[in-house]
């Protein structure tokens, strides 16, 4: 079976400061891995996503994400985040052995960036 | 080009009845698949269609069932509501099941 675990609940940060948002998953199979970010009141948008190849992965908005094997992490990063990036964000795997596009996400990771 | 669009944005219903809502892909989009968000959760899948068939579904029980019509518009349909039915529903679009899912604004769905 698979599954997502997203670290942090919540993560403060001050503008212009450097981010990281922890996303961990378990799975038997080779997985295909995708961040997406939900603003209030929104549906979903894809910031990035591993399928294979550069384990370093860049997206929109200068975010970027590693995928890590061996710890089973795709950590999401921001060298300096700004007010606007405050928002709920999701990692998400898909369900089954190959990209079927049916995705498991995880709890969600509200980013709270303060002036 | 529109994007993925949804309606009707808020709803509310009471316990036992039925909902319908609809979802209108992205222009040359194929694949539609639904999700539930639950408050202060992430989006669980609810079921996938391709092409007008049913292409894999969640772990959710019969009383949710779908459509999809000739144009690749989809309908969530929901009996016998229950109170924990209350949640946001995301429709997404793809080109086709393994591409980008562009993701809809949601139907808030309250069930008293």
């Known amino acids: 079976a698979q599954s997502v675990t997203q670290l942090d609940s919540q993560v403060p940060v001050f503008e212009e400061a450097p981010v990281e948002l922890r996303c961990n998953y378990s799975?038997?199979?080779?997985?295909?891995l995708f961040w997406y970010v939900q603003y209030p009141n929104q549906g979903l948008q894809l910031l990035l996503k591993?399928?294979?190849?550069?384990?370093l992965v860049k997206g929109i908005n200068g975010f970027e994400a590693e995928f890590n094997k061996s710890q089973t992490s795709f950590h999401l990063r921001k060298p300096s985040v700004h007010i606007s990036d405050t928002a709920e964000y999701f990692c998400?795997?898909?369900?089954?052995?190959?990209?079927?596009?049916?995705?498991?996400f995880g709890q969600g990771t509200t980013l709270q960036v303060k002036p | 080009e529109t994007g993925v669009t949804q309606s009707p944005t808020h709803l509310i219903k009471t316990r036992g009845q039925q909902v319908t809502l609809r979802c209108s892909s992205q222009s040359g989009h194929n694949t539609v698949s639904w999700y539930q968000q639950a408050l202060g959760q992430g989006p669980q899948f609810i079921f996938q269609?391709?092409?007008?068939?049913?292409?894999g579904r969640g772990n959710f029980p019969p009383r949710f069932s779908g459509l999809q019509f000739p144009n690749y518009s989809s309908e969530l349909n929901v009996n016998a509501l229950e109170l924990d039915d209350s949640a946001l529903y995301l429709c997404?679009?793809?080109?086709?099941?393994?591409?980008?899912?562009?993701f809809g604004p949601g139907t808030r769905l309250t069930v008293l």
């Open positions: 591993y399928l294979s190849g550069s384990t």
């Open positions: 998400a795997v898909t369900l089954g052995a190959s990209n079927t596009g049916k995705l498991i």
């Open positions: 799975s038997s199979v080779s997985v295909y």
């Open positions: 269609y391709y092409r007008e068939e049913e292409n």
């Open positions: 997404a679009s793809s080109l086709a099941p393994e591409d980008t899912q562009y």
